[in-house]
């Protein structure tokens, strides 16, 4: 009878055993999984932090890129203008010209 209360007392103590143990890995489970939960947390966080420096650096970039297309639309157009003053100038001095040979030869 001491033999069998003996081996009824190791398998309980083997019990206990078991589930401290499985309780103390569970613990240490959900300890280290409440860790990597509040690092996903910190790395989630600075990256929403870095993507809106990102949106905000798009936004400028896109409003530079407008204001360079007005520049670049306005030297066109200065560039058409001159071209059209000097296609009109070259105009002029050939009429000019002809006019003042016609002038010439209506005197001669």
């Known amino acids: 009878e001491i033999d069998s209360l003996e081996e009824q ?5 083997q019990e206990i055993t078991a589930m ?15 860790g990597a939960k509040k690092a996903l947390e910190k ?8 993507l809106k ?9 896109k409003q530079t890129i407008e204001r ?3 520049e670049i639309d306005s030297l066109r157009e200065k560039l058409y ?9 070259a105009d002029l001095t050939v009429e000019v010209a002809r006019l ?8 001669q």
Do not use: C, F, H
């Not at 143990?21 to 613990?27: E, F, N, V």
């Not at 790395?43 to 870095?50: D, F, N, P, R, T």
């Open 81 to 89: 203008n001159s071209n059209s003053a000097s296609t009109i100038g």
């Open 100 to 107: 003042k040979r016609q002038l010439d030869q209506e005197i």
């Open 53 to 61: 420096a990102l949106n905000r650096e798009i936004s400028d970039l």
């Open 20 to 34: 401290k143990t499985a309780q103390i890995k569970s613990r240490v489970s959900a300890s280290s999984s409440e």
């Open 43 to 50: 790395q989630l966080s600075e990256s929403k932090i870095a």
């Open 9 to 13: 007392l190791s398998e309980k103590n």
């Open 68 to 70: 360079k297309d007005k």
